[in-house]
């Protein structure tokens, strides 16, 4: 049996995730919630970033806000 997460699995992950440290908009408003979807693909799509988990993709992802 493999360790690998599903991808599916991954981006539900990585959403909730996302939205418990982040909440559920930006600051103009938009959804966080649609962003995660959009981005969490990316992540897995990178053998590299999937291996870390999503937890540690989000962590990465959300160290470049605000800059």
């Not at 649609?34 to 959300?62: F, I, K, L, N, Q």
Request: hydrophobic residues 35%; negative net charge.
């Amino acid at each position: 049996m493999s360790d690998e997460v599903s991808k599916a699995d991954f981006c539900l992950r990585f959403r909730t995730w996302m939205l418990d440290r982040a909440g559920s908009t930006f600051d103009d408003g938009s959804s966080i919630a649609d962003y995660a979807d959009d981005t969490a693909p990316t992540y897995w799509d990178d053998e590299s970033m999937r291996s870390e988990g999503p937890e540690a993709c989000v962590e990465a992802d959300m160290s470049y806000w605000g800059e």
